[in-house]
């Protein structure tokens, strides 16, 4: 198996383009060597089967999705708040929407993962220690609220982006910043 890990990291991203335009059942080695212009037969040079083609694509969308070095810089000097957190909810929502590939091709990896305990398996643990560190990140901080806070965010904010880049049209007329103020000042203690 090869190890170029700039060639394994353009496969995965070409599997991300595949999976959020085809699907999981369209992700297929010949069709992500087509997306990445390489020659047929490099991805399953690289990944060892379907399922470490997959768990590389995961990975590489949660690095994706994720606030860059300079963002997270910003939220560490701003003072713990309210405000602080409905603005990283925020740059959460940018984020999604700035890569609606990446998001959509989690979506299908979490479909498959439904129908292949491998998947879901290499899937939770990821999500999990996501959102741990995300409840760790937020009580180091001093952010206000606690773990619950943390994961009604979670659910809320997930939900939000799934009617944003599906069926933005079943949202009411408020603006995804006036729902987000609203969330954050129903779920997150003052203080």
Do not use: C
Request: aromatic letters at 4%; glycine letters at 8%; charged letters at 25%.
């Amino acid at each position: 198996m090869r190890t170029n890990p700039e060639r394994r990291a353009a496969l995965a991203e070409a599997a991300i383009e595949v999976l959020a335009r085809r699907g999981a059942r369209g992700l297929t080695f010949r069709a992500v060597d087509t997306e990445a212009g390489v020659p047929a037969g490099t991805a399953s040079n690289y990944f060892a089967n379907r399922d470490d083609l997959l768990w590389h694509a995961a990975a590489k969308i949660h690095e994706r999705l994720g606030p860059g070095a300079a963002e997270l810089a910003d939220y560490q000097r701003a003072e713990p708040s309210r405000e602080l957190v409905a603005r990283m909810l925020r740059g959460l929502l940018q984020r999604v929407r700035a890569d609606r590939t990446g998001y959509l091709a989690l979506l299908e990896l979490r479909l498959e993962a439904t129908r292949r305990p491998g998947l879901r398996a290499a899937l939770t643990e990821t999500v999990r220690a996501n959102l741990d560190g995300n409840v760790q990140g937020h009580l180091d901080r001093g952010l206000p609220g606690n773990e619950t806070t943390v994961l009604l965010l979670y659910l809320a904010m997930t939900g939000l982006i799934v009617e944003q880049l599906t069926l933005p049209e079943v949202l009411p007329a408020a603006e995804p910043a006036e729902v987000i103020a609203a969330l954050v000042e129903r779920v997150v203690p003052a203080g």
